[in-house]
């Protein structure tokens, strides 16, 4: 199975400032089917970008994903009071479906 | 607005059994494959079980194969997790998750989740 592994476990940034996310996997991802999710305390969560790059329905364009094979990131351009939370990547393109283990994003 | 609410978690001996249910409205239920995805507690997101729309075909991780049963009941518009001979690290919020995309591919992200359900595996 493909191992994400996310970097770095913990960003403290502050609001305004612009936020990039790493995740890297231990082979390629097939048809760069990479996902971004975010999760805020006792909730679900909430699909952001998938197929490395598109945006889910209803998310702000201050939130990006780049990257190919086993390279990926995500970018939040200008960081809301909203965006301190938890970030997972998930590969889909290769059975079984895997996720990342998550990077924090706190206020500093 | 999708909508999955899941029931059916609580607490359970070690070996026991539990089912779990995730009841699911605005958007056409057997179209979609439908998956379970656990988190321990302070833990990250895992995969546990996908079942096509049909029912036909089902999916499982290594760690639950031959333990859990997925099933659905289209005319009910609900998704079912069999849990049995559970064990300590079955512990967990278990969510239930709607495909991106109805189609017959499993190569999709999980666009919309329940709230998830408790499980505690525990003498």
């Known amino acids: 199975e493909i191992v994400l592994t996310q970097s770095p476990g913990t960003l403290s940034l502050s609001p305004g400032e612009r936020g990039t996310l790493s995740c890297r996997a231990s082979?390629?991802?097939?048809?760069?089917?990479l996902a971004w999710y975010q999760q805020k305390p006792g909730q679900a969560p909430r699909l952001l970008i998938f197929g490395a790059s598109s945006r889910a329905t209803g998310i702000p364009d201050r939130f990006s994903g780049s990257g190919s094979k086993t390279d990926f990131t995500l970018t939040i351009s200008r960081l809301e009071p909203e965006d301190f939370a938890l970030y997972y990547c998930q590969q889909y393109g290769n059975s079984p479906r895997t996720f990342g283990q998550g990077t924090k994003v706190e206020i500093k | 607005d999708v909508h999955l609410l899941e029931s059916g978690g609580g607490l359970v001996q070690p070996g026991g059994s539990l089912r779990l249910s995730c009841a699911a409205s605005e958007f056409t239920f057997s179209t979609f494959p439908m998956s379970w995805v656990r988190q321990a507690p302070g833990k990250g997101l895992e995969w546990v079980s996908t079942?096509?729309?049909?029912?036909?075909?089902?999916y499982y991780a290594d760690n639950v194969k031959g333990r859990f049963t997925i099933s659905r009941d289209n005319s009910k518009n609900t998704l079912y997790l069999q849990m049995n001979t559970v064990r300590a690290e079955d512990s967990a919020v278990y969510y239930c998750?709607?495909?991106?995309?109805?189609?017959?591919?499993?190569?999709?992200?999980?666009?919309?989740w329940g709230q998830g359900t408790q499980v505690t595996v525990s003498s």
């Open positions: 082979q390629s991802v097939n048809d760069n089917y």
């Open positions: 998750a709607k495909d991106l995309v109805a189609s017959r591919s499993t190569r999709r992200p999980f666009d919309s």
């Open positions: 079942i096509s729309g049909d029912g036909g075909q089902t």
